[in-house]
């Protein structure tokens, strides 16, 4: 048996005896969306549009994380929408940003390493680089959307009759919340992925400019 077998065992283990028959749903859904991210990568590697592949695969991580999640039926409906909202807005902004940065592709440092392979891969780094930026927030916007909605579910149960207006201010009122700590989650998931690679452009001395992008602080 494998290390990583035993650790997930263990992981499965723990949210079983947590959260009971919810935390074992919440891992399965853990193994599904793992399963349709592996998916992803093989379809994009033969080919398919990348973009497109991410929507489909982006809207059916996000159901299975929220609709396994929680039995809420108001509650999961309201956020699947909210979350399907966002992936879209997310794909819209994100795909020209990537186009425009130059940030696609290898770096320098990585030349070693790619010395002697072929780069011709058929798959446009820039798609990519924009399909990696859009997973990387999927469980981020899962789960603001699920702590507004079912924040406002509760108030809907509590006060039936609340008026709209109310209730779209009570949703921003739990968004601003919230906002900090789903901000927080993702830089810190970034940080800690990428610590090596900092500390390796520290030690290298790196610019502000070659950190962000060399392709353009070399054009400047």
């Not at 940003?97 to 030349?111: A, R």
């Not at 779209?168 to 009122?173: E, K, L, P, T, V």
Request: charged share 10%.
């Amino acid at each position: 048996m494998s290390t990583i077998t035993v650790l997930a065992l263990i992981l499965l283990l723990a949210m079983t005896l947590v959260g009971g028959k919810r935390g074992a749903l919440a891992f399965t859904s853990l193994i599904l969306n793992f399963g349709i991210l592996f998916l992803t990568l093989v379809l994009v590697a033969y080919e398919f549009p990348p973009v497109l592949i991410t929507l489909i695969s982006g809207t059916i991580i996000l159901a299975f994380t929220i609709f396994l999640g929680d039995d809420d039926v108001l509650a999961t409906q309201t956020a699947f929408v909210a979350s399907l909202l966002i992936l879209v807005i997310l794909l819209l902004l994100i795909i020209p940003v990537e186009h425009w940065s130059w940030v696609q592709g290898f770096g320098s440092e990585d030349s070693e390493d790619l010395e002697g392979m072929s780069l011709l891969v058929g798959v446009s780094f820039v798609q990519v680089a924009s399909v990696t930026a859009v997973l990387s927030t999927l469980g981020a916007i899962a789960e603001a959307a699920m702590a507004i909605s079912a924040g406002l579910a509760e108030i809907i149960r509590q006060h039936p009759k609340i008026a709209p207006t109310r209730l779209f201010q009570a949703g921003i009122s739990i968004g601003k919340q919230i906002i900090g700590t789903t901000f927080n989650t993702l830089f810190f998931g970034f940080f800690g992925g990428f610590l090596g690679l900092f500390i390796w452009f520290v030690d290298l001395k790196y610019s502000l400019g070659q950190l962000l992008n060399p392709n353009y602080s070399y054009e400047v």
